[in-house]
């Protein structure tokens, strides 16, 4: 029996091979609309690119292989791929999702499929018996992130596909945040994993790319032919971006973690800052659940200054020089964002603050530069 690899080796090997034409190490950029035929239907397994790519069958084997799943499906982008799953569904059925989401997935959620049938609850996650109390006949998915954007709520993976499995609900993950280094769902029993592979899969803030991985040969199945039919596939360039930056995401992540953690225990005893949320903490909600399912606890954190007001938050976020000031995450660079003017704003006002996204709150993506550049060009703004 052959040997599994570890991670650090998945990323650079997994589902690769030598391309067996020239024997190139990389995956060739295949940019081809359509494959010659010996005859009708007679063809070297590809036929068209919207069906078929090499250079995207090599992206999906890896993300498939880093995630310790069975089938990978590459998409224009993570909303392409959340569209996808939601395509799954029928009119009438509920899908229940965390009250604390990107606001692009609220939106799409809201905007446009609630106008085709799909009913939406948004509930706390961080305890299953809360969630079970919510659960109808009708209900079909459950949508979680964990750590959430942008309050870093944990949510227990193992926990959520026990309850899925007991009333049968698709269980489906989104695990950007955390990103297939930290932690794998499948293996805590989810049926669907999706991520926003523009973030830390591709790591370089150079592409817009989604993904899905599934263990279930019927629900590859299905997801396969929606990606198809509907036709939101990313291009060959895009695919051979990800699958570079899939290559270091081990060595990147590893000093993503360092720098949060180091940053948050700075921002967590600074006199200006009111609240800091990272998983890392151990008065974090759920921390002990994050220690069980993550191997570390991410590049991403929130928080609030004192006087808890948008002045004082925009005043800070406009005084930094190193953290660049945009929308995303996951890149080598540290990013600052503000969620209620930025990534959450199509979230009503009353809904987000209900779930901790005030005015006042700063989301940070901790990159991967010297520590204490980043550390100083903080103490700087908040002075």
């Not at 198809?228 to 000093?255: Q, W, Y």
């Given at each position: 029996?052959?040997?599994?690899?570890?991670?650090?080796?998945l990323t650079i090997h997994g589902g690769q091979a030598?391309?067996?034409?020239?024997?190139?190490?990389?995956?060739?950029?295949?940019?081809?609309?359509?494959?010659?035929?010996?005859a009708p239907g007679d063809h070297k397994g590809y036929?068209?690119?919207?069906?078929?790519?090499?250079?995207?069958?090599?992206?999906?084997?890896?993300?498939?292989?880093?995630?310790?799943?069975k089938h990978g499906m590459a998409f224009a982008s993570?909303?392409?791929?959340?569209?996808?799953?939601?395509?799954?569904?029928?009119?009438?059925?509920?899908?229940?999702?965390?009250?604390?989401?990107?606001?692009?997935?609220?939106?799409?959620?809201?905007?446009?499929?609630?106008?085709?049938?799909?009913?939406?609850?948004?509930?706390?996650?961080?305890?299953?018996?809360?969630?079970?109390?919510?659960?109808?006949?009708?209900?079909?998915?459950?949508?979680?992130?964990?750590?959430?954007?942008?309050?870093?709520?944990?949510?227990?993976?193992?926990?959520?596909?026990?309850?899925?499995?007991?009333?049968?609900?698709?269980?489906?993950?989104?695990?950007?945040?955390?990103?297939?280094?930290?932690?794998?769902?499948?293996?805590?029993?989810?049926?669907?994993?999706?991520?926003?592979?523009?973030?830390?899969?591709?790591?370089?803030?150079?592409?817009?790319?989604?993904?899905?991985?599934?263990?279930?040969?019927?629900?590859?199945?299905?997801?396969?032919?929606?990606?198809?039919?509907?036709?939101?596939?990313?291009?060959?360039?895009?695919?051979?971006?990800?699958?570079?930056?899939?290559?270091?995401?081990?060595?990147?992540?590893?000093?993503?973690?360092?720098?949060?953690?180091?940053?948050?225990?700075?921002?967590?005893?600074?006199?200006?800052?009111?609240?800091?949320?990272?998983?890392?903490?151990?008065?974090?909600?759920?921390?002990?659940?994050?220690?069980?399912?993550?191997?570390?606890?991410?590049?991403?954190?929130?928080?609030?200054?004192?006087?808890?007001?948008?002045?004082?938050?925009?005043?800070?976020?406009?005084?930094?020089?190193?953290?660049?000031?945009?929308?995303?995450?996951?890149?080598?660079?540290?990013?600052?964002?503000?969620?209620?003017?930025?990534?959450?704003?199509?979230?009503?006002?009353?809904?987000?603050?209900?779930?901790?996204?005030?005015?006042?709150?700063?989301?940070?993506?901790?990159?991967?530069?010297?520590?204490?550049?980043?550390?100083?060009?903080?103490?700087?703004?908040?002075?």
């Amino acid at each position: 029996m052959k040997k599994k690899l570890h991670f650090n080796s998945l990323t650079i090997h997994g589902g690769q091979a030598p391309d067996p034409a020239f024997g190139a190490v990389m995956p060739p950029v295949y940019m081809t609309s359509t494959y010659a035929q010996s005859a009708p239907g007679d063809h070297k397994g590809y036929e068209y690119s919207r069906t078929h790519n090499p250079t995207r069958t090599a992206l999906e084997k890896n993300i498939a292989a880093i995630e310790n799943g069975k089938h990978g499906m590459a998409f224009a982008s993570g909303l392409a791929a959340m569209d996808a799953v939601m395509k799954l569904l029928q009119p009438g059925d509920e899908i229940l999702a965390t009250d604390d989401l990107y606001g692009g997935s609220y939106r799409l959620f809201t905007k446009i499929f609630e106008a085709y049938g799909l009913v939406f609850r948004f509930i706390p996650m961080r305890d299953t018996a809360t969630v079970a109390q919510h659960i109808t006949p009708k209900t079909k998915l459950f949508w979680v992130e964990t750590p959430t954007n942008p309050m870093m709520n944990i949510i227990d993976l193992k926990g959520m596909a026990e309850l899925a499995k007991a009333h049968n609900i698709t269980l489906a993950v989104d695990n950007t945040f955390a990103s297939p280094y930290l932690q794998q769902p499948l293996e805590f029993g989810a049926d669907i994993v999706m991520h926003s592979a523009t973030k830390y899969l591709a790591g370089h803030s150079d592409v817009i790319l989604g993904s899905l991985v599934v263990n279930d040969d019927t629900l590859a199945e299905r997801l396969r032919f929606i990606q198809n039919a509907s036709g939101a596939v990313p291009s060959p360039m895009d695919c051979f971006l990800v699958l570079r930056g899939i290559k270091t995401l081990h060595v990147r992540m590893e000093r993503h973690c360092e720098n949060a953690a180091q940053i948050a225990a700075f921002l967590q005893q600074h006199p200006k800052i009111e609240q800091v949320y990272w998983p890392g903490f151990e008065t974090h909600p759920n921390h002990t659940v994050a220690k069980q399912q993550m191997n570390a606890f991410g590049g991403m954190l929130s928080f609030v200054p004192e006087k808890s007001s948008f002045a004082m938050a925009q005043k800070i976020i406009t005084s930094l020089k190193i953290f660049t000031l945009a929308e995303s995450l996951g890149g080598i660079e540290s990013l600052v964002g503000h969620p209620a003017s930025m990534t959450h704003a199509s979230i009503p006002k009353a809904i987000r603050e209900k779930s901790g996204v005030v005015d006042a709150l700063i989301r940070l993506s901790v990159g991967i530069e010297a520590v204490e550049d980043l550390i100083a060009d903080l103490d700087q703004a908040l002075s």
